[in-house]
């Protein structure tokens, strides 16, 4: 069986389904022939932990752990937090940052280059170069953010001579949080020279999203692919029965600046007019969501409706996508995002049921939606048809009609993605 390493940090995984990207691809590489070597942080800095998902592990896989050393908890400590899991969904582009958390921004965007798992890079070279003499593997992977990781993969394979993927969940220095890392002219130049060292030098990049992949086209003479995010089959087996409501479900990260407030303006007139409506709706939010989206919520007269589920594990957060009457999926609101597939959009397409995507209708997920048939994008300020689209859905709710007829997913399974990703690396070693 042929090796692949795995430079990765989120291990176990945490957060939505394109973290779990090499979960699901190293569950389905052995029976595409390829045995999976995981390296990871011991101790990484994770907000969320979902330990069901490492039983997905295939049995045959490595896992090497080294520890490593992250500004983070100084932080937390210096700004009387008490560890993961007590920040916004994205404090890079909060809203509201306090002076603590200004002074923080700059010295982690100026001192921390490309990102503050940094100082992993040497330490994990240096161990990797002595591991690979006496355990060779054919072909090497980094997966990003933290673009550190990408270092790592492009410093082992210039020294091994071994092939390199860098898989790109989201892109670098055109990622929608950039330009709020109150960089320096000097830090700035250094990220766009560490990210045209990692295009040029990889021997193929991946993208998850056709929008990233004609930016990394533009930018390197490096072949660049594209593998999308997916969804596993065997987490949809299950069968949920409708408890009866008029389900709004959001499962994952909800940050603030992805905060629908035109929606909750449209449930609250609607509520206003219709009592049935009013007793039958209920937004689920199952999944790490900012203050200020509850607040917005609240504020709209909608407080007997929601139900804030908090983080669950990911059979949980699938329940709740399948029992949906319609999955609400907005962007967040930065021009930069409509490049930016989320994971969970794939999930939410072999839930089967009616997305509502609120953003840039331009976007790569529009792209997705309109192709696949599972749904639409409007507009953030589009009231008359988010208004409409909750009309449609609330009509074929009480018609007991809601199923989406999605077309053309199944190109967007794990299994099949694993594959094409399985033959990727048999064209670097032939």
């Known amino acids: ?80 937090r008490k560890g993961p899991g007590q920040e916004e969904v994205n404090p890079v582009n909060g809203r509201k940052k306090s002076l603590m958390q200004r002074i923080s921004m700059s010295i982690r965007g100026n001192l921390f280059i490309p990102d503050p798992r940094c100082m992993w890079i040497a330490p994990s070279v240096r161990f990797l170069k002595k591991y690979l003499k006496e355990h060779p593997v054919d072909v090497i992977v980094s997966t990003g953010p933290p673009h550190s990781m990408h270092l790592i993969g492009r410093k082992t394979s210039l020294a091994t001579g071994i092939p390199w993927i860098a898989d790109f969940r989201d892109p670098w220095t055109k ?40 930016e990394f086209r533009e930018m390197t003479s490096t072949p660049v692919e594209l593998i999308t995010n997916g969804y596993d089959e065997a987490d949809f087996d299950q069968v949920v029965e409708p408890d009866g409501y008029f389900n709004l479900v959001h499962t994952g990260l909800f940050a603030s600046d992805g905060n629908p407030d035109i929606l909750w303006k449209v449930l609250n007139e609607k509520c206003r007019k219709d009592s049935e409506f009013r007793n039958m709706l209920r937004i ?94 409007l507009d953030w300020d589009d ?37 094409r990703m399985a033959d990727l690396m048999e064209t670097l070693i032939k």
């Open 1 to 80: 069986m042929k090796r692949v390493l795995i430079i990765t940090y989120y291990w176990p995984p945490s957060g939505g389904s394109g973290v779990q990207r090499w979960v699901k691809f190293s569950k389905y590489l052995p029976e595409n022939g390829w045995q999976p070597v995981i390296y990871t942080p011991s101790n990484p800095y994770l907000a969320l932990k979902d330990r069901t998902l490492e039983e997905e592990i295939p049995e045959c896989a490595e896992i090497l752990k080294k520890p490593i050393f992250e500004p983070y908890g100084i932080y937390s400590r210096l700004s009387g």
């Open 175 to 214: 990622m929608f949080y950039f330009k709020h890392l109150q960089l320096g002219h000097r830090a700035e130049h250094r990220h766009h020279v560490l990210e045209k060292k990692v295009l040029d030098d990889a021997s193929v990049i991946v993208a998850v999203s056709p929008v990233v992949q004609d």
């Open 284 to 377: 689920r939010l199952a999944g790490k969501t900012d203050r200020e989206i509850i607040a917005s919520i609240r504020e709209c007269g909608l407080d007997r409706n929601l139900l804030d589920l908090g983080y669950q594990p990911h059979q949980t957060a699938v329940r709740e996508q399948k029992g949906a009457s319609v999955l609400i999926l907005p962007l967040r609101k930065e021009p930069e995002y409509r490049a930016v597939l989320p994971g969970k959009l794939f999930e939410y397409l072999a839930s089967c049921r009616p997305v509502l995507g609120i953003g840039q209708t331009d976007s790569a997920m529009a792209r997705i939606l309109r192709q696949t048939g599972a749904g639409t994008v």
């Open 383 to 419: 009231a008359d048809g988010i208004s409409g689209y909750i009309d449609k859905s609330w009509d074929m709710f009480r018609k007991g009609c809601l199923d989406s007829d999605t077309d053309n997913i199944a190109q967007y399974s794990r299994r099949a993605l694993t594959q």
